[in-house]
């Protein structure tokens, strides 16, 4: 089956997809490059072999690498010499005219699980005018706003609305201008497009027909099911489908269109609709919906994969699977060259391949094995996408599902009755609640069955095992991945395989189930769970001794961290700024244990805080010691060099600025290098890579809890293998920032959050640091 493949353009799309991320990653130059070598190349290659097939694929390579080359590099440089781009660098206030380009959508991630991320949302946005330091700009470009839910949560795609706030820099590999962190209320709101007004109105019909007819659960899944809003599936349900290897039942890709599609020229086809007709009534679903799910990644490539394959049915014309993947792959990024860096986009691209490349022999070999042809392909589907899908999923998450193909074995075959119902029922409610709930209610036993499976799934033991995040991770896993299936072939190889994961399930599981003991011998530092804010312990190599790093705002849970380490001195307590999210529970601490200093920068603000912090240390007889950039503090395992703040700028900054006058450490440990920020925003950043100092760490403190205000210039000159983002389950700020947490994942970095993982500490390894997690068993872990 393989061999009839068409793969002419599979080349060209990789092609265009490798060049496009090049003037992503990279530049403009770069891309500007490979453009002038297309160009050059071409007529080269035209003039050797005008007519020979190699010649023309060739050829079609280069001139769409060179067009996608061209387009990237004109685009990347208009959006680094953008002119809100220029300020967003230096962090400047702002007020935006925007056009939004989709709705707000809630932030997710555990540091809002707990409380359904009620309160910041993210929104895209063009750029129509802005106002900078009192001089105005008229230009377009992407922009994202992080905005409060209360005031936004109603507005939809095409509304024009003014924000005002502090710009940073956007997230690398993006064509988006600047990130706008907003707090206020829209201003000047315009009135929507009458179609995204009557889209809006269908998805809210099936929320509330859901709510109506379904439990909780179910009535959160249905929507995410038909349009991909997940914003009513309660977080326990969310975490079960990542586990189980089901998030992408609630993605609005190429299979729920396939679902939509399929059902109407199912139809068409019982009522005796000829060729035209059944591909006139299934594009205009389409086109349905996509406007109703919106013009997400997945469903747009899905969309023009569609498209071209009604427009083949028009002209009778039996086409590849491939080609038209590729086609639509090409397509897409010409558009929309952000879609090379989409992980959704990538994910229903590695999908779709597996579907056509794998799917069909694995289901062929199983019904010359006896299998009935349908539970073949049900077995065969869902393993082949999961195959060629896990190294991106590992390299996103950290992760390896073990159970994601029986779940999707289990939980496939009701998928697609419930979507048709909820569409049905999305389309009905308009007109008639009755008829919509009778709909919904049809779809109530599916839903039921895939939550059950989604739970008893997620309640395997081990059922999924950590992997290296990032790029290394990924092509690791594919290199395995691919071995395996070459492998695979011959019948000693197969049984040899089937031993070695039963071996692994037999020994590695009941490991991974294990909680490792508390304190773990060894450890070099610690980042305690203390809530929103920062705790950190460092072992200075003497007996039941450390330093602290701040103490978080929590009166009692510092102190608690120290006692479930067994430390019973604490050499220096160093708060890196004066709020209260650092310093709030010092009392608490020097109360519980004997305190040798306490550690402040140079910027004594606020001042309540500088006199809480007086008042207590002078009561526990503690003196309070300055801590200026360049000294050095040594004990037998532990160096602390002082690389921030400069104590001039400092002294001159207000309580306003006192993120910035965050100290910042460098320690020596056992486990390596740690950098430990403080709050430094994006001043403070430009001035410690500015200062000359080696930034490079094993090991990262995260800076102000992983907020958007961190440039990936810093992250890549820290390119530390372990970030520790010390954050609070449920907080209201958006931290850690979804942008930051990608960039450092992308770049291979494992990323622990005391808001999942609980205290979390760093011991040293064989090839460098290593953690352990006081979480829970699924939780606990090394790397």
Not at 290 to 304: D, F, I, K, M, N
Not at 320 to 337: C, F, K, N
Not at 678 to 694: C, F, H, I, K, T
Request: contains cysteine; aromatic residues 4%.
């Amino acid at each position: 089956m393989i061999a009839r493949l068409d793969l002419r353009l599979v080349p060209t799309a990789l092609a265009v997809w490798v060049v496009t991320l090049t003037g992503l990653l990279v530049g403009w130059v770069p891309a500007a490059v490979l453009a002038l070598l297309c160009s050059l190349a071409a007529p080269l290659v035209w003039r050797a072999a005008p007519t020979g097939p190699v010649a023309r694929g060739t050829l079609a390579v280069l001139l769409l690498a060179g067009v996608a080359a061209t387009g990237i590099a004109v685009r990347a440089h208009g959006v680094e010499h953008h002119p809100v781009r220029l300020a967003a660098e230096h962090g400047e206030r702002a007020t935006l005219r925007v056009m939004l380009t989709s709705a707000p959508r809630p932030l997710r991630g555990a540091a809002f699980g707990a409380r359904r991320a009620a309160d910041r949302s993210l929104v895209s946005a063009e750029l129509q005018s802005g106002e900078l330091a009192g001089r105005r700009v008229r230009a377009g470009g992407a922009v994202v706003l992080l905005v409060p839910t209360a005031g936004w949560r109603d507005l939809i795609a095409g509304q024009q609305v003014t924000a005002t706030g502090k710009l940073s820099p956007p997230r690398a590999g993006e064509l988006t201008v600047a990130a706008l962190q907003v707090f206020g209320q829209p201003a000047d709101v315009g009135s929507a497009p009458g179609w995204q007004r009557v889209a809006e109105d269908l998805r809210e019909g099936l929320r509330r027909v859901s709510a109506d007819v379904l439990s909780p659960a179910a009535a959160g899944l249905l929507p995410g099911l038909v349009v991909g809003d997940t914003g009513g599936l309660p977080p326990e349900v969310e975490q079960n489908f990542e586990t189980a290897g089901l998030s992408h039942l609630t993605a609005v890709s190429g299979a729920n269109l396939a679902i939509v599609c399929g059902a109407v020229l199912v139809l068409l086809h019982l009522v005796g609709a000829g060729p035209v007709m059944s591909a006139g009534g299934a594009g205009a679903a389409l086109v349905g919906f996509v406007v109703l799910a919106g013009p997400e990644p997945s469903v747009l490539r899905a969309a023009v994969m569609g498209a071209i394959t009604l427009l083949a049915l028009v002209l009778g014309r039996q086409r590849s699977a491939l080609p038209v993947l590729s086609a639509s792959v090409i397509g897409l990024l010409l558009l929309q060259p952000d879609l090379a860096m989409s992980a959704g986009f990538a994910l229903s691209v590695a999908a779709t391949a597996g579907l056509v490349l794998l799917a069909p022999v694995w289901s062929s070999a199983l019904r010359t094995r006896g299998v009935p042809i349908g539970l073949a392909e049900a077995i065969a589907v869902p393993l082949a996408a999961h195959v060629v899908t896990a190294p991106l999923i590992a390299a996103l998450s950290g992760e390896v599902s073990l159970v994601a193909v029986p779940a999707n074995i289990l939980a496939g075959p009701v998928v697609a009755p419930a979507t048709v119902f909820g569409v049905l029922a999305t389309v009905a409610a308009p007109v008639s609640t009755w008829l919509a709930g009778v709909l919904g209610w049809l779809a109530a036993p599916e839903l039921e069955w895939i939550i059950l499976v989604a739970d008893r799934a997620a309640a395997v033991p081990g059922a999924a095992f950590d992997w290296p995040s990032g790029t290394v991770g990924g092509l690791l896993l594919a290199a395995l991945v691919v071995v395996g299936l070459i492998g695979m072939r011959g019948r000693r190889i197969r049984w040899a395989v089937a031993v070695v994961v039963l071996l692994a399930a037999l020994v590695l599981v009941p490991v991974r189930t294990m909680l490792p003991g508390w304190p773990v011998p060894g450890w070099s530092m610690v980042a305690c769970d203390v809530g929103q804010g920062d705790g950190l312990v460092l072992a200075t190599g003497g007996p039941d001794e450390a330093v602290v790093v701040d103490t978080g705002p929590d009166p009692q849970r510092a102190a608690e961290c120290l006692q479930r380490l067994g430390i019973r001195r604490v050499a220096l307590a160093v708060l890196t700024h004066l709020h209260a999210d650092h310093v709030s529970g010092l009392a608490a601490l020097m109360g519980k244990v004997p305190v040798g200093a306490v550690a402040i920068g140079p910027l004594r603000e606020p001042a309540w805080a500088m006199d809480d912090v007086t008042r207590d240390a002078r009561a526990h007889q503690v003196p309070v010691v300055p801590l200026l950039s360049g000294q050095r503090v040594v004990w037998p395992g532990l160096v602390l060099d002082v690389l921030g703040p400069d104590p001039v700028l400092a002294r001159a900054q207000t309580a306003d600025d006192a993120n910035d006058a965050s100290i910042v450490l460098l320690a020596t440990t056992p486990a390596g290098r740690v950098l430990l920020t403080g709050d430094v925003e994006l001043p403070g950043q430009g001035r410690l890579m500015s200062s000359g100092a080696d930034l490079r760490a094993d090991v990262l403190k995260v800076p102000h809890h992983g907020s958007r205000y961190t440039t990936p210039l810093f992250l890549r000159a820290v390119r530390p293998r372990l970030a520790v983002i010390s954050v609070g389950d449920g907080n209201t700020y958006g931290h850690p920032s979804p942008f930051v947490v990608d960039d450092l994942t992308r770049a291979g970095t494992k990323v622990l959050r005391t808001d999942q993982e609980g205290d979390i500490a760093i011991l040293p390894g064989p090839q460098g640091p290593r953690y352990v997690a006081r979480g829970g068993p699924l939780r606990a872990g090394e790397s």
